[in-house]
């Protein structure tokens, strides 16, 4: 049996009349069709049975037009908030879940406090966006929790360290100290406090684990190891990941490969100023590594569908500017 999930940054969903952020911020009628028309292909393509999405502003909208595509459980944990002086406009978005199986149990995720006090958070700690904390029933009684997640963007582009494979965790941490203690960066220091909140609620789970997320964090970065690696939390000399970038478990296939070629490099899930990241993941636990005796599944594919990124890398409002990430888990009998 094979289950397939997906994550998907739907880039400004709100319904007419609505606005996002200000007045004239707002989809005509004829162009919020055009959008939902290319979400509900979208949709369709990846054929997913489970859908973490992020940037939902109209959750309404959202769950009648996943329920019209076979999805016959919806669930969001917050209310994207209206402007207090303007009620059509909003001003935070929100997270969304969409499952063809069933969800038993939504779960609470909190702050850790150890976390909150290990970065000197000052002030009252809020999540910039609620995170999503589900258990879904499949078949042959099989649960496991999946969490949706949208971290704190750089939005002001402050400074923050690009690191690569070469960089050692002990280099990465190094880097970052300064930074975070003399508030350099204000969206990593919030960052590595929502990670590491959901690191300390992972290692609390007795169920497999796939974490759905827009991390608005590159690879090999410092919030990845937050978010995954005992070693970065329990200060150990070996990378112990918790949970498994999913991309890394499966067997890629390069059909006619350039004789020059040495690797496969790995798919841009969105751009800036025309440079692609990866900055859209799929995490997995333990029970979906093969390489694990007690395992219950394997990662099957790994796909980013990115067309409408290598038509317009900086997407458009019509589309998305983030490319849809799936990975498909074959299970065991």
Known sequence: MTLRFATF?????CAPPYSYYTKK?????EEWNEKT???KNQIEK???DVIGFQEVFSKEALEELIKELGFKYFITVDDAKTSKTHPNIYTTTTLALASKYPI???SQVKANGYSLKKYNFKGTFRFSRIPIKALIEFPNNLEITVYVNHFKSNRLNEFEYIFTEKDTLKTKKEKVKEALEKDYSPALKQRLCETSSL????KRTKTPIICLCDLNDKEYSLSIDALTNRAYHEGLDKNFNLLHDAYYLYDKKVYNPHPEQKEIKRTPT??????GNVIDYIFVSKEFDKRYKNYLGKINSYEVFDKHLQENRDGSLSKSDHAPVVCELLLKD
């Open 9 to 13: 940054n739907l880039f400004q969903f």
């Open 104 to 106: 038993k149990k939504v």
């Open 37 to 39: 028309l290319w979400i």
């Open 199 to 202: 690191y300390y609620d992972f």
């Open 46 to 48: 990846l054929n997913c």
């Open 270 to 275: 969105s751009y800036y100023q025309s440079y």
């Open 25 to 29: 911020e707002k989809f005509s009628q």
